[in-house]
C-alpha cells in the first residue's frame, strides 16, 4: 500500500470534525444513556465552535484558534498510543504493542507529528466543511470504554450523492471526555495508523527512523 494510503482517511476525518450540526438523533441504548448522551453532547458542542471558527475571515489568529478547539476535541496522546498498539485499536483483535518499544523522546516526537498532521489536514479541508451537514444516528458503549457517536454528513451542494458515515469515538479520562478515533465508512484512523506503522516496525531497513521521516514528508509536502 503506498503512503497515501495511509493518510488517506484522515483527510476526510479532520474535515467532519468541522461540520455544521443541523439535525440530531434519540440515545439508543436506555442503560447507556447518561455516558452516551454527554459524549453526543461534547462532539455537537466542539462541531458548533469549530463550524463558527470557520465562518470567520481566513487569518493566522484563526487557524491558532481551530488548533486549539482541535486540542480540545481530540485527544492526541491516545490517539497516538492506539496507533501504536497500546491497546490495539478496537478493529484489531491483537497486536504489537510498537508503543512500549519506543522511548520518552520518541513518544514526544511522534505525538507531536501526528498532531501536526491532523492540523495540516484540517486546514486544507476548510472550504470543504462548509458543504457538509451533520445527521447523529445513535450513540452507545464501545470498546476500551469509550462511547460512539455515529453521524451521517450529507453534501449540502450534492444531495442525491449518498450520506458518509462517520464514527466518533469518545473517550472519558481525567475528568474530559475527548475523541480517540474517527471511523470512516468502516475505515478506523487509529488501526489504519498502527498498520502500517507496524509494516515499517518489521521491514528490514525501515523502523522508528523511516516512520519519522515519512511523516515529516507528508507533513512538510505541499498539496
Known amino acids: ?30 442503560a447507556f ?9 461534547f462532539v455537537q458542542a466542539q462541531h458548533a465552535k469549530i463550524s463558527a471558527l470557520l465562518r470567520q475571515p481566513a487569518s493566522g489568529s484563526r487557524d491558532t484558534q ?6 480540545t476535541f481530540v485527544d492526541y496522546d491516545e490517539l497516538t ?10 478493529a484489531l483483535s491483537g497486536c504489537t504493542d510498537h508503543w ?10 511522534v505525538r507531536g507529528l501526528l498532531k501536526q498532521l491532523v492540523e495540516k489536514n484540517y486546514r486544507k479541508n ?17 470498546a476500551l470504554g469509550d462511547s460512539k457517536i455515529r453521524t451521517e454528513a450529507q453534501n449540502k451542494l ?21 475523541v480517540v478515533d474517527i471511523v470512516t465508512e ?9 498498520d502500517q506503522f507496524h509494516k515499517m516496525f518489521v521491514t528490514a531497513g525501515q523502523g522508528y527512523p523511516y516512520i519519522v521521516k515519512k511523516l515529516n514528508e507528508k507533513i512538510a509536502k505541499k498539496d
Open 126 to 142: 476548510i472550504i470543504k466543511t462548509l458543504d457538509y451537514e451533520i445527521a447523529y444516528k445513535s450513540a452507545k458503549a464501545a
Open 100 to 109: 512500549g518499544e519506543l522511548n520518552d523522546s520518541q513518544k514526544a516526537e
Open 33 to 41: 444513556a447518561d455516558e452516551a448522551a454527554d459524549a453526543q453532547a
Open 66 to 71: 481551530i488548533n486549539s478547539a482541535l486540542e
Open 158 to 178: 450534492k444531495p442525491r450523492d449518498p450520506a458518509v458515515q462517520v464514527d466518533y469515538f469518545v473517550h472519558l479520562q481525567g475528568g474530559s471526555l475527548k
Open 186 to 194: 468502516g475505515s478506523s484512523l487509529t488501526k489504519n495508523y498502527y
Open 1 to 30: 500500500m503506498k503512503l497515501r494510503n495511509f493518510f488517506r482517511s484522515i483527510a476526510f476525518a479532520t474535515v467532519v470534525a468541522g461540520l455544521a450540526v443541523t439535525s440530531v438523533s434519540t440515545i439508543s441504548s436506555p
Open 81 to 90: 498510543r492506539r496507533a501504536f498498539g497500546k491497546p490495539c485499536p478496537p
